[in-house]
């Protein structure tokens, strides 16, 4: 298969249709749904059938669980939303339907943090901002995210019809994703295993899941925890307290009976050193520093250098 002349890291199969509009400008990042399969190879199959369909349709992007195809250059028009909404849009078709969609499910959330993350690229280089647009601020030219029933809404001289993604479509944690993927957050270097296991580990005691966040998004979420009031950096003191004390005569951690650190003196001592901003920190963080402590000390994550 072709990689993308713009962004090589992606495959790009050509559609029957498009126009060479060579843009210096665009309004819009819209998502879409195919109302088709919702499968690994449904980006594939979508891709493949706009490249031999003979109505004039089109769009920049086909995501699945773990496939981003493109389509069309961002600075070239796609044909998906009549005629307003191809001349303002970037548009993103998410493999599946709106109607019957379970977005929390492990598929459904694997093909977000995809497009997200494409969503993310597309949104810093062309300079639109991270928000859900309403129809009026659409069709009044402000930048951002719709969907495409924001454009059907927007624009009724152009007679549109649709009304994807849905009314359940999970705008907030969706944008949460592509501002994850702007900061970087997308690439920290975790396999899937690791994710599952972080997220297993941190199910019972973290804000993040009683919020009702589940897989990376809870990772991040606990993540973004960490980052508040400089709870990061106290973690990393715990962290290296521990190498510094728990260890035993060859070097190794120190575990008990079932594999998990013994890192409670290490951790008291940090407690005690700490001024009374840092004992706060630690006691309002404490199951979460517990939980992440273990992931890293099952070598699941790697710890900072020991410290003398």
Request: glycine letters at 8%.
């Amino acid at each position: 298969m072709a990689r993308s002349t713009e962004y090589p890291d992606l495959p790009f199969v050509e559609p029957a249709s498009w126009t060479n509009a060579n843009r210096s400008n665009v309004q819009l990042i819209v998502i879409h749904t195919t109302e088709g399969s919702s499968h690994s190879n449904s980006a594939e199959d979508g891709a493949a059938y706009d490249a031999r369909r003979t109505d004039g349709t089109s769009t920049h992007y086909f995501h699945d669980s773990n496939s981003t195809i493109q389509c069309v250059v961002t600075a070239d028009q796609a044909h998906t939303a009549r005629a307003q909404g191809n001349r303002r849009g970037i548009h993103h078709e998410l493999c599946t339907r709106a109607g019957s969609a379970n977005w929390q499910d492990a598929y459904h959330q694997a093909m977000l943090r995809r497009a997200a993350a494409q969503a993310a690229r597309d949104a810093h280089k062309w300079n639109i901002p991270i928000r859900k647009l309403t129809s009026a601020q659409v069709a009044d030219g402000e930048k951002g995210f719709c969907g495409h029933v924001n454009i059907t809404n927007a624009f009724p001289a152009d007679g549109g019809t649709h009304t994807d993604p849905g009314s359940n479509f999970p705008w907030t944690q969706f944008l949460g994703m592509v501002r994850d993927a702007m900061n970087g957050d997308d690439e920290m270097a975790l396999s899937a295993e690791d994710k599952e296991f972080l997220s297993n580990l941190l199910a019972p005691t973290t804000k993040a899941m009683r919020a009702g966040f589940s897989g990376d998004t809870q990772i991040r979420e606990a993540v973004k925890l960490l980052d508040r009031d400089g709870v990061r950096e106290f973690l990393w003191d715990v962290v290296h307290a521990l190498r510094a004390r728990e260890v035993d005569a060859d070097g190794n951690v120190v575990r008990d009976e079932n594999g998990r650190v013994s890192f409670v003196a290490g951790r008291d001592r940090a407690y005690d050193e700490a001024d009374d901003t840092g004992k706060g920190r630690m006691r309002n963080s404490h199951d979460l520093l517990v939980e992440i402590l273990n992931a890293m000390v099952l070598e699941r994550l790697p710890l900072p250098p020991a410290v003398d």
